[in-house]
């Protein structure tokens, strides 16, 4: 397997073979080969078998070439020499028409009269890619002039205060789904299944201690009923968690070991508890409370 062709077959294999799981796996935002990472040991597989089959196939092209007598191989690397030398002719040919240049033959048709100590210049056009290119320039240069000194179209500062507003409001979109950026303004109850089983752990882990595993309350207050100390919903329960209870005889701030996504899953696993009745439930401490944005809506 010595050609450049086969290893742009083998890229060429892996890049259609990678889309082509991706796409069949893929069923939302997430590619496939994030959700199950196993994929990429079936994605490797098959670059293997393919490389295999290049090799066998480089092996038994060799066997038959040794197995042919002289005068056949002789006419066989002709073939093959002459094949190369025309590998993409076409494209010399066009560019060397589009250069103008001449065949040595031919040079006399567009020599120039100068002479220096014996040198003589052709006239040969500029190259190509030269040439268009300050084509293109021209053209750019024309379309800026008319837009922004005739039509007087927007300048620089005002540019960069529309792209500074279009980033601005990319960031707040950005803020609405990363999770990890949420606060005690923005956190909303999670119920993904993730979610709440990562709370649930967190809260053995960390609050059961205090407030029992059934959320019944012991040290700590009873979180299964309506009644509140800081308030209750989301935003409360996210805010006291971060910021701990009430100076003295509350719990402590647990914004330093735990992430704002960790406090957003494990506030909305407590919120899991309301009305769940346990056995030997502490008994009510607080306010009822009741969420005023609901009240507000059914209104």
Not at 77 to 87: E, F, H, T
Not at 241 to 257: C, Q
């Amino acid at each position: 397997m010595r050609s450049i062709t086969s290893y742009f077959r083998i890229l060429i294999f892996a890049g259609i073979s990678l889309y082509f799981l991706n796409w069949i796996g893929t069923s939302g935002d997430v590619s496939i080969f994030i959700n199950q990472p196993w994929l990429w040991s079936i994605w490797g597989g098959l670059i293997f078998f393919h490389i295999s089959c290049e090799i066998c196939l480089a092996a038994i092209s060799r066997v038959i070439y040794n197995s042919l007598n002289l005068e056949a191989k002789e006419k066989y690397d002709a073939r093959i020499a002459l094949k190369k030398a025309n590998q993409f002719m076409w494209i010399k040919i066009y560019y060397k028409a589009l250069l103008g240049s001449k065949n040595i033959e031919e040079e006399s048709e567009i020599i120039l009269d100068h002479n220096y100590d014996g040198i003589q210049e052709l006239d040969n056009d500029l190259p190509p890619w030269w040439k268009y290119g300050f084509y293109f320039t021209i053209i750019f240069a024309v379309i800026y002039l008319v837009r922004f000194e005739i039509y007087n179209d927007y300048n620089q500062d005002e540019e960069y205060e529309l792209a500074v507003a279009e980033a601005m409001i990319e960031i707040e979109e950005w803020k609405k789904t990363a999770k990890d950026l949420v606060d005690e303004n923005s956190v909303i109850l999670l119920t993904d299944a993730s979610d709440f089983n990562a709370g649930k752990d967190i809260y053995l882990n960390n609050c059961a201690v205090c407030h029992k595993s059934d959320g019944g309350g012991g040290i700590g207050p009873n979180l299964t009923d309506n009644y509140w100390i800081l308030g209750g919903g989301i935003k409360n329960i996210f805010k006291t968690i971060a910021d701990g209870g009430r100076n003295g005889k509350g719990m402590i701030a647990w914004k330093n070991d735990l992430k704002p996504l960790e406090i957003a899953q494990v506030a909305s696993y407590v919120m899991s508890f309301e009305n769940t009745n346990p056995l030997e439930s502490k008994k009510s401490e607080g306010e009822i409370w009741k969420d005023a944005e609901s009240l507000k809506e059914k209104k």
